[in-house]
């Protein structure tokens, strides 16, 4: 049974260039959870999705920061015009439907740097 | 708002020795959830334990057990007789049942760093 998978690991780009990150959740959630994880915090909630449905996206930290899932499968987190401060680790959980749709799995997560 | 509070930075013991990690939360739902995830340097979150706000009763699972109490708003995690691949940071984390019948994101502590010393 393979977990979540989350692609690239690692992302060196420059200031102002876009970044698109996937994420393959475990088969048969039907949640998944975009989190930022900065150096020394703990993850920060960002958007989730029940199967394509984006139901919470007043997180993002900005305009710049889409999401997507659009066949209730894997999902793209976008970061356009990326800046410095946007330096981070993005993790991706999925959890399974109901009763156990509480229970968040993570990936190994995708390290940006933005130079 | 929900928060949750690791008071501890950083903690470190020998190996053998017993280490409780504290977690305290607030939170105005009636129906609630919390969470224990360990983050080893790999960087991938491992889920722990579960607890929902309906079941205070303590768990165990090997070395590792768990406390919550309503009363104070706590939910802490015991590691007996630890070993060094305990070294990890470790967070505890809440959420709050969602408007969909389902619970949303986590609201993360800000982590406990463990080093087990050999």
């Known amino acids: 049974d393979t977990g979540v998978s989350q692609d690239p690991r690692h992302k060196i780009t420059k200031r102002g260039q876009n970044v698109t990150f996937r994420c393959d959740p475990i088969?048969?959630?039907?949640?998944l959870y975009w989190y930022r994880q900065t150096l020394g915090q703990g993850p920060e909630f960002l958007t989730y999705f029940q199967n394509e449905a984006q139901l919470e996206k007043s997180r993002l930290l900005s305009d710049r920061f889409s999401a997507e899932r659009p066949k209730g499968s894997f999902s793209t987190l976008e970061i356009q015009r990326t800046e410095q401060g946007d330096s981070a680790m993005y993790l991706c959980?999925?959890?399974?439907?109901?009763?156990?749709?509480?229970?968040?799995?993570f990936g190994p997560g995708t390290r940006l740097l933005v130079l | 708002a929900q928060k949750v509070t690791q008071a501890q930075t950083e903690i470190s013991v020998v190996e053998k020795e017993d280490v409780t990690l504290d977690c305290v939360y607030e939170?105005?739902?009636?129906?609630?959830?919390l969470f224990w995830y360990k983050q080893p340097p790999s960087g991938e979150l491992v889920f722990l334990i579960r607890?929902?706000?309906?079941?205070?009763q303590n768990e165990i699972s090997g070395r590792y057990s768990w406390n919550f109490q309503k009363s104070t708003s706590s939910f802490n995690f015991t590691i007996t007789a630890s070993q060094v691949v305990d070294s990890a940071v470790y967070f505890c984390?809440?959420?709050?049942?969602?408007?969909?019948?389902?619970?949303?994101?986590?609201?993360f502590g800000k982590g406990t760093h463990l080093i087990i010393q050999p």
């Open positions: 959980a999925s959890s399974p439907p109901f009763p156990y749709q509480e229970t968040q799995y």
């Open positions: 088969s048969e959630h039907n949640r």
């Open positions: 939170t105005r739902d009636t129906t609630y959830y």
């Open positions: 607890r929902n706000s309906f079941d205070e």
């Open positions: 984390a809440l959420s709050e049942a969602g408007s969909g019948g389902g619970a949303d994101g986590l609201t």
